[in-house]
Every structure is written in structure tokens, then in C-alpha cells.
């Protein structure tokens, strides 16, 4: 097992095809099922939504397009949610204010603290922070998501990855998984997965400016801002 320092660490690992085995976004399941073979085995059972949240009380804001020249919170880039949040803005000069903050439910917290006029949160995740809408509203849900899952890559032979998905399918494995399904799975039992259904989610990396695209040949680029 290796935990990379880094954002920088791990974008060049990837690129260079260093790690067997990840457990990442669904943006990053399908980059590297497309550009350096690899295959999904496992992933969290819940379709993964992003919300745009307020707080209760703000009535400025209702909708995506309120956002606009608006402070909102979410990680950096290329975080899933922030990427998808920025999607709905195309023309850079009508774009919300980005305020980087690090951790979901600090992001919570910075809207209802009033430091953030919106947050970007996975709906799990709110549903554990604000269940009952107390401290915040919903102005915007996005449409749903394969979630977070293993790959496999190419030095991993079909057999043997048939091998590991079933014993990490195995209560043994679920056991071993805890700790991971706890934090970002609600404890939710991991399910099988495959390719076809994280077809095209990679394509938001676009918008990232630390993970790019070459250029006619469909791998991603790495910089280290």
C-alpha cells in the first residue's frame, strides 16, 4: 500500500502507470479504464450525487444561475464535485468565486457560518450534516453518478482480478473494507462494478486544470499547479 504526499505524487503515479490497484472518483475510474487499460471491480452501491447548498435563511439565491460572481466553497481542483459544479459555466467571465476549502464537512460548516454563500457536497454527506434541512436548503441537484470504485491495471491479469473482486466481495473482505465503506459509503456494502456504466464521466477532467488531455491522444497531462 502506498499514500502518495500529494495531489502532484499521485496525478504523475498515475500518468506513469505506477499503481495496480486505486480506489478513487468515479471522474478517474473512467480516465484510466479509456487511456491505460484498466478495469473496474468494485464500487460503493449509492449512484453518487453533488448538491449546491445555501444557508436556510439566504433568499438571494435559488438557483444555479444566482451563483454567478457568487463565493462558493468546494476543494480544489480536480475534485469531482467542484469540476461538476463548474460545468453549468462555461463562459469564464459569469462564474461563481471559487473559495477552496478542504473536507466535506468543513465546506458545511463555511456555508452556515456565512463564509460561503454555497457549498458543493456529496447528498450522502449532507444527509449525515443537515438531515432535516435545519441549517441549510438545497438549490440544485445533479444527476447521478456510478460511485467511487476500485481498478485494476494491466499488469493484473484477467484471472486474477477475478480473484481479487471476489474476495473483496467476500464478508472477509467487506471486513477489511470498513473503515473505508464507513467514511465514504455510510458503511454501505461494496457491489461489483463494470466499465460500461462509468462510460463518459471522464470527460469533466477537462475542466481540470492540474489534469489535462493530450491532445488527439486521449491521456491525461500532469502539471503541478
Known amino acids: 500500500y502506498e499514500h502518495p504526499d500529494n495531489w502532484?505524487?499521485?496525478?504523475?503515479?498515475?500518468h506513469a502507470e505506477h499503481y495496480d490497484l486505486l480506489f478513487d472518483g468515479p471522474h478517474f475510474v473512467d480516465c484510466r479504464i479509456n487511456n491505460i487499460n484498466h478495469s473496474v471491480l468494485i464500487k460503493l452501491p449509492q449512484l453518487f450525487r453533488w448538491q449546491l447548498i445555501t444557508r436556510k435563511d439566504d433568499t438571494t439565491i435559488t438557483k444555479v444561475k444566482d451563483m454567478i460572481g457568487k463565493n462558493v466553497c468546494a476543494p480544489g481542483s480536480p475534485n469531482f464535485g467542484m469540476l461538476s459544479m463548474f460545468s453549468h459555466f462555461p463562459d469564464p467571465d459569469k462564474q461563481p468565486q471559487h473559495v477552496k476549502i478542504k473536507g466535506w464537512i468543513n465546506v458545511y460548516e463555511a456555508v452556515v457560518a456565512?463564509?460561503?454563500d454555497v457549498g458543493v457536497l456529496p447528498k450522502t454527506n449532507l444527509a449525515?450534516?443537515?438531515?432535516?434541512g435545519e441549517h441549510t436548503k438545497i438549490i440544485h441537484t445533479h444527476l447521478p453518478y456510478p460511485n467511487q470504485g476500485f481498478t485494476s491495471g494491466k499488469r493484473i491479469s484477467p484471472e486474477l482480478r477475478e480473484i481479487i473482486r471476489t474476495k473483496l466481495?467476500?464478508?472477509?473482505?467487506?471486513?477489511?473494507?470498513?473503515?473505508?465503506?464507513?467514511?465514504?459509503?455510510?458503511?454501505?456494502?461494496?457491489?461489483?462494478a463494470d466499465n460500461e456504466e462509468?462510460?463518459?464521466v471522464r470527460f469533466v477532467l477537462q475542466r481540470a486544470d492540474n489534469f489535462k488531455f493530450k491532445k488527439n491522444k486521449n491521456l491525461p497531462l500532469v502539471s503541478n499547479q
Not at 502532484?8 to 498515475?14: D, F, I, K, L, R
Open 169 to 192: 466481495l467476500s464478508p472477509e473482505g467487506q471486513n477489511a473494507l470498513t473503515n473505508l465503506r464507513k467514511r465514504y459509503g455510510a458503511g454501505a456494502l461494496m457491489i461489483n
Open 128 to 132: 449525515i450534516y443537515d438531515k432535516d
Open 198 to 200: 462509468y462510460d463518459g
Open 8 to 14: 502532484s505524487e499521485y496525478s504523475s503515479n498515475m
Open 114 to 116: 456565512g463564509k460561503c
